[in-house]
């Protein structure tokens, strides 16, 4: 354990060295308090996996210079969205020449153990190799952890345990996960030389040195009529490639995620990119899916609950780590707050709640809070059938071979309206009015 912890009470524990116990962590040791961090890997990042892609306004807000020594792949030059059907593709490109530091590609057992590293020197008290295996709860206040080594105590304590949270279901501030509330990730990082990268993926470069990188999402091909999407981000000198399958989907339909991500890699959309690569690491981890409607209650008393355990992630955008890290300094604040007044009680932890309320965060997942669900119901017509009628009418569009075009075009209609019945149509369309008001609205 770094720093000196003789005593087993501190002002708060923050449970989870992931990127919201951090910054819940680093926001405590600011304010002048005592905080451990408590991390049951070997080292910070050893059990935690994601896509790819961190957002610089919410890397900036915790560590306002990490540009200057922050483990960096590569900043995103270029999001890409490729719609695959069996035999063909079609991408959509967005480039901002401008603003490069919007996000940026890192590793997170690089990224996880340089913000330790960094919240260490600011004062945080830092406990790898210690699992919480569950908290002291005394007439219904939290005031301690009960780990595999000892039993130490705090005035508060932060849970930042990610998705599956069994501390926060032991006070009774989560349920059970549903399958339909889930995501199964499963990843493969391929090494390949940077300049293959580069080039097959049309990487430029932004100092005469280093390239920007890519983020890719995928839709239909072999993840068509799932709730299901893909992913290629680009390392320095790997690729990262994935899928997150919605565990209903998996457990209804009985597919492996492994044979489903090896599919993709097949897919010639994605073969010609990482063709020749090594295989580096294969991981898995759940992504919460069920948006604001599975925010659990967020605080009790003498606890609060952050980052993925709070199940705090919008997924329609892949913003996870931000809501992470801002979630877990407004449980720092909150904790600073309460040291000041002396009270732990649920009167004024609720302050994190406002906090979240006022913020992007909650905002946001207000917003999307019928996205998902809607999607779900129609995953067959909007990421199976229309991604593969926009590759049909590319397919036509950009042929010549000396044939009329309004023959196809028309044939290309009547098809399209014979396969899919009026009342299947008007199914998508009220969906697609749903989400679209939902968002407006
Ligand atoms: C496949 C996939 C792709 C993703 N892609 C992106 C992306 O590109 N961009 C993005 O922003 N988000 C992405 N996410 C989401 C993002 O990874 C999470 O939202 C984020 O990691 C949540 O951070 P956290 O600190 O809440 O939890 P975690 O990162 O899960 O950290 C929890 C920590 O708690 C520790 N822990 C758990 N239980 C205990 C215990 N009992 N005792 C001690 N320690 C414990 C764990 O070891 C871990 O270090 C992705 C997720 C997945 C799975």
Redesign the pocket.
Known sequence: MSGDFSENKVDVIV????????SAAITVARGGKKVVL????SF????????????SHAAEEIFPNFQESAPIERFVGEHRYILMSEKDSTAISYKNFENKTNSFITI?ANW?KWCVEEAVKEGVYYAPD????ELIVEKGKVIGIK?DIEDYFADIVIL????????AKQIGLREDIKPKNVAL???EVIKLPQEVINQRFGLQSFDGLNHLGA?IELVGGPLEGMLALG?I?TNKDSVSV?I?VCLEDLKTKKIKPYELLEKLKKHPAISSLIEDGELLEYSA????EGGYSCVPKLYTDGAMV????AM??NNVH???????MLS?KFAGETALDALERNDFSSNTLCLYKKKLLNSFILKDLYTYKDVIKTLSSRTGSFLGYYPKKLNEFFSIFTCADGKPKQEKFRKFTLDFFRKRSLSELFKDAIAGIKIVFGILK
């Open positions: 449970v989870g060295a992931g990127p919201a116990g951090v408590v991390e049951r890997g910070a990042g050893s059990k935690n996996m994601y896509g790819g892609v961190i957002y997170r996880d210690t699992l919480v295996k780990t930042a345990d990610g998705v599956n949270s069994l501390l990730g499963v990843k983020a992913f981000y994935g997150g981890h759940l992504i919460p952050v980052g993925d355990a705090l992630v892949f913003e996870g780590t931000n809501f992470a877990g």
